[in-house]
Each structure stands twice: as C-alpha cells, then as structure tokens.
C-alpha cells in the first residue's frame, strides 16, 4: 500500500473511529481502566500530585506531536505553498480592482492549480494530526476516568483554586484548561529544540 497516497484517507477514517469512540461512554470507561495499569500506580503508590501529572502527560504530549509533525510535514513545501497562495490571492485582487477582465481570466485559468495546492496543504496538517489522537486521546480517557472520583485541587492565574474535575472556563474543566497550558508551553520548546518550523 502506497502510504503516501493513501496516508490522507487513512488519517480520516482514524479520526472518524476516534470521533465515534469518544462518544461511547462504555468504551471510553474500557480505555480508561485499562490506561490505569499504567498510569495508576503514579498516583496511587507514589503519590504524584495530579497536576504534577498533568505536567508530565502534556510534556509527552507535545514531544510526540512535535515528532510526529517533524516527520510528517514538509513545513519548507508548505510555506512555499503559502507563499504562492498569497502572491495569487494579491494579484487576483488587483486584477478584480482594475477590472482587467485579460488578467482575471488569465488567473481563473491558474485558480484550480492554486486551490489543489491549498487542499495538498490542508491534507499534509491533517495526517499528522488523526495520528496524534491516536496516542492522545487514551490519555484524555484516562484523565476522564480518574478525576470522575477524585477531588484533587489546583490553584490557577486568574481563576484562583478550583476542583481539577470542576469547570472553570464555560463547560472546560480545569485539568484540561491546565493540559492545555502546559502543553502548548512546552510545545513551543519542544518545536525549537527540534527546529521545526510554524505554518
């Protein structure tokens, strides 16, 4: 099986089955209770504070995604990709203001190539990131599962202390506002020390 080719459908039809599996209350549960063989013994024997964890789960979070995108993602084809779509997007609006109807059928004719381009683009940040779900979501099912019954406690900016389980920005709760937090900090580090580029 060529990978290349077919590595888009199969990141969809992954994302798809994760989709469907997060909303089965029963499987999530399953995961959970089986991610606890591993993760359990943290909190339950060594007593690692559950934010401490929370730390810890998103700094591997953001080394394996920054792995992942690095081996994934052609980010020096992809800025070149932008690039030419800003430089066509420009021109075409200059074109429209001129209302040199030569030019502007000239650039509809290049249109086409443009957008398949913005699709290959599109195609190459969606890979990486079904595949990341893939070892991310367990460790959301696992969180699900423990903070149900548990009354571990944080102390945010701004938001002061509040229950992990409990929901402190609209319907997000805290141990996922502070995963994100973490996450994306240490993403950022993890990105430069690898020197991957940005999109």
């Excluded at 969606?126 to 599962?145: E, G, R, V, Y």
Aim: aromatic share 10%.
């Amino acid at each position: 099986m060529n990978l290349k080719k077919y590595g888009g459908y199969i990141a969809l039809l992954i994302a798809l089955i994760l989709v469907m599996i997060s909303g089965n209350q029963s499987i999530r549960g399953n995961v959970g209770n089986g991610m606890d063989i591993f993760l359990g013994p943290f909190v339950n024997e060594w007593h690692v504070p559950f934010y401490i964890l929370i730390v810890v789960l998103s700094a591997i979070t953001a080394l394996y995604s920054s792995i992942v995108q690095k081996y994934t993602i052609d980010y020096r084809k992809m800025q070149d990709i932008q690039s030419r779509m800003k430089e066509f997007q420009k021109e075409f609006r200059e074109a429209q203001l001129s209302q040199d109807e030569k030019r502007i059928k000239k650039l509809e004719a290049k249109k086409e190539r443009v957008m398949q381009e913005q699709m290959e683009m599109s195609k190459q940040q969606f890979t990486p990131m079904a595949f990341i779900m893939l070892l991310t979501i367990p460790i959301f099912f696992w969180l699900l599962f423990r903070l149900a019954h548990d009354h571990s406690q944080i102390v945010m900016p701004i938001i002061g202390q509040s229950l992990l389980a409990s929901a402190v920005l609209g319907p997000v709760p805290a141990w996922m506002l502070w995963y994100m937090m973490c996450s994306l900090t240490i993403s950022q580090v993890v990105r430069k020390s690898l020197d991957i580029g940005g999109i």
